[in-house]
């Protein structure tokens, strides 16, 4: 059942989770295992998720051991050429690095123009940046799921497994030679080897619980010079860190490609976050503190505090926090999705008949309503949310349907232009497809 969000605010909401597979966060019952499939069951193996939690999970690495073919479909060679010829890498998203050092920029990226079009455009130096990694230097695409689906829905998988923020990033070498030190990272990173071996140390010693934005010079080198555990990770291999971790990854002498998967968990300082700015609307918090007159300024603290403390102990707080993490999550990972031509049409054209076919390609159809949000009766719903609702039910009760059919159906909830626009965002989803 489709269960429908109370603001117009959560219709795109609704639509980005339902399109991009996101589900809401999970509450299973203590003892009851919880089912596990997707890319996350490929890499863990034979391990339950209840099991990685436990044991793994922000507490202790694991070796995840496959075959060599596992990850190769990911980011195949001639995928990542395409890449490298194609896009217009920003500073950012394409970076080289070697013996512990960013490359400069200009080294292997340039701006050009063509007489058409005077607007620079970021290109790839390809002799420069294919010597430089002769020569050791390792390369890195930033997010790299912007711009591949089958990384997306690894990431995406993932992220609906563990109920956290993933990113995730390609780094190549052909070479010897280090792109990094001796490092931490302030989150939790899975390591899937696609392509090549490449040797990976840990030093024992770990920071605890960092958090992102605190510097690496803050803190202690491992007092340890030979490292605690020592492997090289072959093709189809992972690896699972948690964050503070000290290790070394050197590439072994041979063409290798790996992904680090980044996992960022809410954390306490989240909550605490998310908890004053849920009271920003609060007439209590946007009293001047009166502090001149010491009597009336305790008393007003005193309140300020019987607030937050009330707000804490709520018994949905929590459920209320996960769902408004697992939105933002999904709103901050979406990719654009367009549904041209039906999107953009106020009517169908004659070229396209109404004898046409609604395919739901999607039963993820299902979305949790955060408990602070009640659902309003059927005549208090905006017009869109309750349009929403009603295909989503037609469809999954007789899909495939002809187009004409569903238009029909539809007429009485919305103007047809209304219905095709929903329909346009839902096929660019890829919820619903249409075809003859």
């Not at 969000?5 to 609704?14: C, E, G, K, N, Y």
Request: aromatic fraction near 6%; include cysteine.
């Amino acid at each position: 059942m489709l269960l429908v969000p109370s603001r117009m605010d959560d219709i795109a909401d609704v639509l980005m989770s339902v399109g991009q597979g996101t589900q809401m966060p999970r509450n299973s019952a203590d003892g009851e295992a919880r089912p596990l499939n997707g890319w996350l069951a490929t890499i863990l193996g034979g391990m339950s998720l209840d099991t990685f939690e436990a044991e793994h999970l922000d507490h202790e690495m694991a070796f995840l051991p496959g075959q060599p073919e596992r990850f190769v479909g990911l980011l195949p060679w001639p995928e990542l050429n395409r890449l490298l010829e194609t896009t217009a890498f920003t500073r950012h998203t394409l970076r080289m690095a070697m013996g512990g050092t960013l490359l400069p920029t200009s080294d292997y990226l340039t701006e050009k123009t063509n007489r058409v079009d005077p607007v620079p455009m970021t290109r790839v130096k390809a002799r420069d940046v294919t010597d430089r990694l002769r020569k050791g230097a390792t390369l890195i695409i930033n997010d790299i799921s912007a711009l591949s689906e089958p990384i997306r829905t690894l990431q995406t998988d993932i992220q609906n497994a563990l109920d956290a923020n993933v990113a995730v990033n390609m780094y190549a070498s052909l070479c010897d030679t280090s792109g990094f030190s001796r490092h931490w990272d302030p989150h939790d990173v899975l390591i899937l080897q696609v392509h090549g071996s490449k040797r990976w140390q840990l030093f024992g010693q770990r920071v605890l619980q960092p958090v992102n934005g605190e510097a690496m010079a803050r803190t202690e080198q491992p007092a340890l010079a030979e490292p605690t555990w020592d492997r090289v990770l072959r093709q189809g291999d992972a690896l699972y860190l948690p964050r503070g971790y000290w290790h070394l990854a050197t590439p072994v002498g041979e063409p290798t490609v790996h992904l680090t998967v980044s996992i960022v968990q809410p954390n306490g300082l989240d909550y605490v976050e998310w908890i004053f700015k849920s009271l920003r609307g609060e007439a209590l918090l946007r009293k001047t503190v009166p502090w001149r007159k010491r009597s009336e300024a305790e008393g007003y603290l005193h309140s300020v505090r019987e607030l937050v403390v009330s707000s804490v102990s709520r018994t949905d707080t929590l459920d209320m926090f996960k769902r408004d993490v697992a939105l933002a999550t999904t709103a901050s990972r979406c990719v654009p999705r367009f549904g041209l031509p039906w999107s953009a049409m106020n009517d169908l054209p004659p070229s396209i008949g109404t004898n046409s076919y609604v395919y739901l390609v999607s039963q993820q159809l299902a979305v949790d309503v955060p408990p602070s949000r009640a659902v309003p009766a059927p005549s208090d719903l905006d017009r869109p949310v309750e349009l929403l609702h009603t295909l989503c039910d037609y469809l999954r009760d007789r899909a495939p349907v002809r187009l004409g059919e569903c238009l029909e159906h539809l007429s009485v909830h919305a103007p047809k232009h209304v219905v095709l626009e929903l329909l346009g965002d839902l096929a660019a989803r890829h919820v619903i497809d249409i075809r003859s």
